[in-house]
């Protein structure tokens, strides 16, 4: 059976300006000196980061579902690490770890196997939920 052909979301603009909006406040936290988000455990911070970036690319593998610009996210959440990473050096009260871009990557890889699931279609299925609900 051939795939189903990946038709543009009808509100890609508004997914897209969601999707800058969860980065920046991603930015934020990662700039805050003390961002109150901690886990208490030996590679908790490892696993934020994983965590993130899994969600950060889960998010931009639904906006933009074919391949070739699914690479082009991955990348581009990846570059959005080492930038963060580059700030902290930067910025006294965080600090740098070449780990934590490790673990961004580790949990953008995460993403790209979820991505083969039913999870690939979130944002198209509210989409279509939301054009039955009106509809109705």
């Known amino acids: 059976m051939p795939a189903e052909p990946l038709v543009r979301l009808h509100w890609h603009a508004w997914w ?24 208490a455990f030996p590679y908790g911070d490892k696993l934020l980061h994983a965590t993130t970036f899994c969600c950060l690319m889960g998010w931009w593998g ?4 074919a391949r070739r610009p699914r690479v082009w996210a991955a990348l581009g959440c990846l570059a959005f690490g080492v930038f963060i990473e580059f700030a902290q050096w930067l910025d006294p009260p965080r600090d740098a770890d070449a780990l934590d871009v490790l673990a961004d990557g580790v949990g953008i890889l995460v993403a790209l196997l979820l991505l083969r699931t039913p999870l690939a279609s979130v944002l198209a ?10 509809r109705d």
């Open 16 to 39: 897209v300006g969601l999707g800058a909006l969860i980065m920046l406040w991603t930015l934020w936290m990662a700039l805050t000196p003390d961002p109150a988000i901690t886990l």
């Open 125 to 134: 299925s509210v989409e279509a939920h939301s054009v039955r609900r009106q």
């Open 62 to 65: 639904n906006v933009y579902r």
